[in-house]
């Protein structure tokens, strides 16, 4: 295969709501600036996701110097990008971490509350406020913002285009709400990455991501269906988890972009290549 390249950034600034492509993202602690720094919660403060509420996938989301713009069905709300540090945080919960963040604004609340036909609150987690990743698989000083587990996640092309050989219908990398997408590489071999660089930026791989039925939701009508998850079960099972992509961790912090560079450092991440190249696991 050709030069390893960026090709694809993403962020997802609200958690479980539509993804932006960028040509160029700052890398921080916790993720790319601005990625997943803000959630919908219930009215028990309890987390919510396409997981039980598809519909999150029809609220598209653009991002300028000021603002976050976010569109549902025609109707708009501004969200700003500015934090604010004096705000009243209350306990939020997201999986089994209870964090501390703070409610964005009533206004939108309210417009949420109205098009979710719930109840639900925009919570905003600031930067300083720790959630620490997964002790037994990083140091403790790694920590990461509302993203399921890891700071960041990388899947190349190749692996997407050998999954949709298989479907019947292809579906596209939204459906796995990467933060990079590479060209250049054999399909599935990201699963062994361990230490490598984009640009100018050390990353380590962590693990390869375990999927969940989020990945059956279209992401452009909110329709929940089956695929991809039901083929990626055939070949990319494991103990009882479905696997595409590889989980990440920042080890220096500059910007990063389009058409950067990738380099491997060290190849393997896992000792068992059952993982990679769609070989049965």
Same mark, same amino acid.
């Given at each position: 295969?050709?030069?390893?390249?960026?090709?694809? &950034?993403?962020?997802?600034?609200?958690?479980? %709501?539509?993804?932006?492509? %960028?040509?160029?993202?700052?890398?921080?602690?916790?993720?790319?600036?601005?990625?997943?720094?803000?959630?919908?919660?219930?009215?028990?403060?309890?987390?919510?996701?396409?997981?039980?509420?598809?519909?999150?996938?029809?609220?598209?989301?653009?991002? $300028?110097? =000021?603002?976050?713009?976010?569109?549902?069905?025609?109707?708009?709300?501004?969200? /700003?990008?500015?934090?604010?540090?004096?705000?009243?945080?209350?306990?939020?919960?997201?999986?089994?971490?209870? &964090?501390?963040?703070?409610?964005?604004?009533?206004?939108?609340?309210?417009?949420?509350? =109205?098009?979710?036909?719930?109840? +639900?609150?925009?919570?905003?987690? /600031?930067?300083?406020?720790?959630?620490?990743?997964?002790?037994?698989?990083?140091?403790?000083? =790694?920590?990461?913002? %509302?993203?399921?587990?890891?700071?960041?996640?990388?899947?190349?092309?190749?692996?997407?285009?050998?999954?949709?050989?298989?479907?019947?219908?292809?579906?596209? &990398?939204?459906?796995?709400?990467?933060?990079?997408?590479?060209?250049?590489?054999?399909?599935?071999? =990201?699963?062994?990455?361990? $230490?490598?660089?984009?640009?100018?930026?050390?990353?380590?791989?962590?693990?390869? +991501?375990?999927? +969940?039925?989020?990945?059956?939701? $279209?992401?452009?009508?909110?329709?929940?269906?089956?695929?991809?998850?039901?083929?990626?079960?055939?070949?990319?099972?494991?103990?009882?988890? &479905?696997?595409?992509?590889?989980?990440?961790?920042?080890?220096?912090?500059?910007?990063?972009?389009?058409?950067?560079?990738?380099?491997?450092?060290?190849?393997?991440?896992?000792?068992?290549?059952?993982?990679?190249?769609?070989?049965?696991?």
């Amino acid at each position: 295969m050709g030069e390893l390249k960026l090709t694809q &950034i993403w962020i997802y600034p609200i958690k479980s %709501l539509g993804g932006i492509p %960028l040509t160029e993202a700052k890398v921080m602690g916790k993720g790319l600036q601005h990625d997943r720094r803000w959630m919908l919660v219930d009215s028990d403060d309890v987390f919510l996701t396409q997981r039980d509420h598809p519909l999150m996938a029809l609220f598209k989301l653009t991002i $300028d110097e =000021e603002k976050i713009t976010i569109t549902y069905k025609g109707d708009q709300a501004y969200l /700003p990008l500015t934090q604010s540090i004096n705000a009243v945080q209350r306990a939020v919960r997201i999986w089994d971490d209870v &964090i501390m963040a703070y409610e964005v604004s009533d206004a939108l609340t309210n417009w949420f509350t =109205e098009r979710m036909g719930m109840e +639900c609150h925009l919570m905003a987690f /600031p930067e300083a406020n720790p959630r620490q990743v997964d002790p037994d698989r990083v140091q403790p000083c =790694e920590h990461v913002s %509302l993203a399921d587990a890891y700071p960041f996640m990388i899947i190349g092309q190749s692996s997407l285009d050998d999954l949709n050989k298989r479907l019947v219908e292809p579906v596209s &990398i939204k459906r796995f709400r990467p933060n990079f997408v590479f060209t250049g590489g054999e399909a599935y071999e =990201e699963d062994l990455w361990k $230490d490598f660089t984009i640009g100018p930026n050390k990353f380590s791989g962590v693990k390869p +991501c375990a999927r +969940c039925v989020l990945t059956t939701v $279209d992401p452009e009508t909110g329709s929940k269906g089956t695929e991809p998850l039901r083929t990626l079960a055939t070949y990319r099972k494991r103990n009882n988890k &479905i696997f595409f992509g590889q989980n990440v961790v920042a080890r220096e912090r500059a910007f990063i972009r389009v058409g950067d560079v990738i380099r491997l450092d060290s190849s393997h991440v896992l000792d068992d290549k059952s993982l990679v190249m769609g070989s049965g696991l």
